[in-house]
């Protein structure tokens, strides 16, 4: 599961409960109060600890079934890690909340023959779809060509999201993910719910392979080679940027003690966080290297920051 937020808390729930043998849960956040609304995995004790998402994603799944075997990863899913993160995995589901790291699924998806279940939700609008690997099955590139224009469609921050909706997309993407696992063959369609307004939709996508898709028939796999990467991401929801790890890991220790002039920080075993004295600005520095810039509506600001604290 690529993302614990709350497409991947409904999603592992039941695939823990289903009796999955091993789920590997991968995510790049900390838990936020906001969170608790919708991300059903977590409640008010991870929340006071700070833990990140995929590690109290992992503890909760324990506590739910111990005979299943769960690894949490805290990191972001990139081009240089995607491989090792995913490796043996016989079906790897979305819980992202942007199509660049889909499209990167996608890429690794169609290289390595594993079959991958897309899932979203922004409003009161959830859809998903289960991609088989092969060479007469559409891909999610089929389907979606290309990232949309920025401010092209509704976000999280624009439009809210509908827990509920939610958990429909990602119910239906766990059953299919456990049709996937026990052998049956994979339907792939395109499922549109909305809740409110009282609409389901089916697509069948099986004969829709596009002879154009730049991923399964042309086999370029431009988020997979780190053509399309980005350093530096916005976070739907959460008024906050992500910059990555320029590739060395930080002394956390020594980052609070130098930043103990500025602002009140606090650490644990996987991230230091705390605000900038007299502001709104909060930094979240993990292990990996990666940091997050609070309380900022840009990747500019971001930057900025950034440079000014941590250098």
Known sequence: MVGAGALGCVSLDWLCRAGVGRLTVIDRD????????????????????????????????????????????????THANIASLLEGAEVVLDGTDNFETR???NDHAVRSGT????????????????????????????????????????????AGVLGPAVGLAASWQAAQAVAILIGREV??????????????????????????????????????????ARPMTELCGRDAVQIASNGSAPDLAALETRLAGVGSFSRNAFLLRGTIEDSAIGLTVFRDGRVLVHGVDSIEAARTIHARYLG
């Open 187 to 228: 339907r792939t369609r395109l499922v549109e719910l909305d809740p409110w307004l009282g609409i389901v939709r089916s697509v069948d996508l099986g004969a829709s392979r596009d002879a154009a898709c730049p991923c399964c028939a042309q086999g370029r796999v431009e988020f997979l080679d780190g053509s399309r």
């Open 103 to 105: 499209f990167l699924i």
């Open 30 to 77: 900390v838990i936020e109060p906001t969170n608790l609304q919708r991300q059903v995995l977590y409640d008010a004790r991870h929340l006071e600890r700070g833990l990140p998402k995929a590690v109290a994603a992992a503890e909760r799944l324990r506590e739910i079934d111990p005979g299943v075997r769960v690894e949490g990863h805290v990191a972001d899913v």
């Open 115 to 158: 079959p991958f279940v897309y899932a979203g939700a922004v409003g009161t609008r959830a859809m998903a779809a289960a991609f088989a690997s092969g060479e007469r099955s559409p891909c999610l590139r089929c389907v979606f060509r290309d990232p949309p224009p920025a401010g092209s469609q509704p976000t999280c921050d624009t």
